[in-house]
């Protein structure tokens, strides 16, 4: 079975500074891919970055970085200088690839951002 | 592109009540959509994967009888909660993607709130 886990519950970050978010996961799959998903406290669900397990670069989506050590099974998210609107939970996700199925989130991370 | 409407955004009712929540995929056709549950200060919880024109699969713990869904096209999925009951009082959210290595594209979710 897949597990994704986020032992951040809350991180705190000044406006400018970067900051990583922390995710491990643990699949027997081969084939699979990694996501990260912002949620505002609007609660809309917002996909930043993906990783496919062949992936040899690391992803990068302008701020956003996926910081991807495949033996080690971790898949961290750096965001380069902060942003007041940065300040949302975070959850990372994985699924296999085989069809139709689901996402799996891990419990998140809740970023807070200050001026 | 990819994007995925939910309705109705809230909802307060009566204990006893049942309720349907829409989910479409508003620019391309979804064989598979997901279902989620949302406590607050929680993760997404899968509750049940909805096939076009089959019967929707269901997580462990998740009451069939109680959360009904219905896939009848390639863009509509419904989820009708039934007898609602406070306990029932919950963020529900649907997914779904167009291609199968794409990421999972969310609406914006259905707050339920039961009295």
């Known amino acids: 079975a897949q597990k994704i886990t986020q032992t951040q519950p809350g991180m705190f970050v000044q406006e400018k500074e970067a900051v990583t978010l922390d995710c491990t996961y643990d699949?027997?799959?081969?084939?699979?891919?990694l996501f990260w998903y912002k949620q505002p406290s609007s609660g809309e669900m917002i996909f930043l970055i993906y990783q496919g397990s062949y992936d040899e670069q690391n992803a990068t989506e302008g701020r956003y970085s996926l910081n991807f050590q495949k033996a080690r099974k971790s898949a961290n998210l750096v965001i380069s200088a902060s942003q007041l609107g940065d300040s949302a939970m975070y959850f990372c996700?994985?699924?296999?690839?085989?069809?139709?199925?689901?996402?799996?989130f891990g419990k998140g991370t809740t970023l807070s951002v200050s001026s | 592109g990819a994007v995925v409407s939910q309705h109705p955004s809230w909802v307060i009712c009566k204990s006893g009540t049942s309720v349907k929540i829409e989910c479409r995929s508003l620019d391309f056709q979804a064989t598979t959509m997901f279902w989620y549950r949302q406590f607050p200060k929680q993760s997404l919880m899968l509750m049940a994967t909805?096939?076009?024109?089959?019967?929707?699969?269901?997580e462990q713990g998740v009451e069939k009888d109680k959360f009904l869904i219905n896939h009848a096209s390639l863009t509509l999925s419904t989820l009708t909660v039934t007898s609602a009951h406070p306990e029932d009082s919950s963020f529900y959210i649907c997914s779904a993607r167009d291609r199968e290595i794409q990421p999972q594209h969310f609406g914006d979710g259905t707050r339920l709130s039961i009295l």
């Open positions: 909805s096939n076009e024109g089959s019967k929707a699969t269901y």
């Open positions: 699949t027997s799959d081969q084939s699979y891919g």
């Open positions: 996700a994985m699924r296999d690839n085989q069809a139709g199925t689901a996402l799996i």
